[in-house]
């Protein structure tokens, strides 16, 4: 089980850290990622980090501006966010996938998630 944390109203230029918790041990062998559903839009990716090895990507509307990090002695993940801007605004919701066997981009490949976290950047 992942819970989510950090989320809350910014202005834009401002900075704002989401923390995902999990209940258990992450393995690292696992795949973390945060992804987003802004006002009437599809949910979509926003960043990964591979435990194993920290390797990490980036949606190209946050690269440069966001980090994610996961550590191997916490089982969390983290997404640094900077210079937020009103389209940041959305739900931010943890992901954590055993195993791709896919695209990182595609939802379907993570098997847990936890629950939202509401961000709001106003301009």
């Known amino acids: 089980q992942l819970q989510a944390c950090g989320g809350g109203l910014a202005q834009a230029g401002a900075s704002l850290t989401l923390s995902c918790a999990a209940s258990a041990r992450i393995s690292s062998s696992y795949i973390m990622a945060w992804f987003r559903r802004g006002p009437g839009k599809e949910r979509e990716f926003v960043a990964s980090v591979w435990r194993r090895t920290g390797a990490t990507y980036y949606a190209s509307s946050v690269k440069g501006r966001f980090t994610i990090a996961s550590y191997n002695a916490e089982n969390s993940v983290y997404l640094q966010m900077n210079d937020l801007k009103p389209e940041d605004t959305a739900v931010y919701s943890c992901?954590?996938?055993?195993?791709?066997?896919?695209?990182?981009?595609?939802?379907?490949?993570?098997?847990?998630w936890g629950q939202g976290t509401q961000v709001t950047v106003s301009s």
């Open positions: 992901a954590a996938s055993s195993g791709l066997t896919g695209s990182v981009l595609d939802e379907k490949q993570f098997n847990y």
